[in-house]
């Protein structure tokens, strides 16, 4: 599961134990979701 870091918006792989961002040593990460298409109903 990756996560992107909302200081600095880097794309984080793999966090290991702890959730900080290696690049700018933020603290808060938020879990990068998937794509889904989202239901609409277009009728
Ligand atoms: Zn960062």
């Not at 040593?25 to 298409?37: M, Q």
């Amino acid at each position: 599961m990756s996560y992107v870091c909302m200081s600095c918006n880097r794309e984080i792989e793999q966090i290991e134990g702890f959730v900080r961002c290696p690049y700018c040593g933020g603290r808060r990460l938020i879990k990068k979701r998937p794509s889904i298409p989202r239901e609409v109903s277009t009728d």
